[in-house]
């Protein structure tokens, strides 16, 4: 069976189907996962979550082309619902130890991904899709379901904003590089 079979018998059903797209794609999914937790076993339950989700409403999708996508975009729901969540399950005594424990942590992180962290959702999602991912232009706007346009301009910001937020033994990266 090809891979538009499975989905289609996925979409019909089939779960052993659906676990085999899944098996397939997986490599693929977990870096996705592991761009947004940064953290094997965070990203592991990612796809654990998206893979039941995916199970549970695999019947409403339409087109079975468009599987993988589909499973990404509920991959990220599932990595941002995670962030989401952690963020609003801060007691202020916990918020004030992260604090500290952050400031530790923060010497050793790369600025890359503070200055990542520090993106709009949008500018985050292009990407980490693009440079972890290693995905085109045309597959993120198909997962993202925008134009490519609309990914091309957010691509660009993005890395603007990256490249005002990043430091380099404390100088800007972009005038070091001058």
């Known amino acids: 069976m090809e891979e538009k079979e499975w989905a289609a018998a996925a979409c019909n059903g089939d779960e052993e189907a659906y676990y085999r797209l899944v098996s397939l794609h997986r490599r693929r999914l977990y870096g996705i996962a592991y761009g947004y937790m940064r953290s094997e076993g965070d990203a592991l339950e990612m796809l654990q979550e998206m893979t ?4 549970i409403k695999c019947h409403k999708l339409r087109d079975p082309g468009a599987f993988i ?11 941002m619902d995670e962030l989401k969540r952690r963020k609003r399950s801060i007691h202020l005594t916990e918020h004030h130890m992260a604090d500290q424990i952050t400031e530790m942590k923060e010497e050793d992180r790369l600025d890359l991904e503070k200055a990542l962290d ?3 959702p949008n500018y985050r999602h292009v990407l980490i899709l693009k440079y972890y991912d290693d995905m085109t232009v045309t597959e993120i706007a198909r997962v993202l379901e925008r134009s ?15 490249r005002n937020k990043m430091y380099l033994g404390g100088e800007l990266w972009h005038e070091r590089t001058k």
């Open 52 to 55: 039941c989700r995916g199970l």
């Open 118 to 120: 520090r993106l709009k």
């Open 69 to 79: 996508p589909w499973l990404i975009r509920i991959l990220i729901h599932c990595c």
């Open 148 to 162: 490519e346009g609309t990914i091309k301009t957010w691509i660009h910001q993005g890395l603007k904003q990256i």
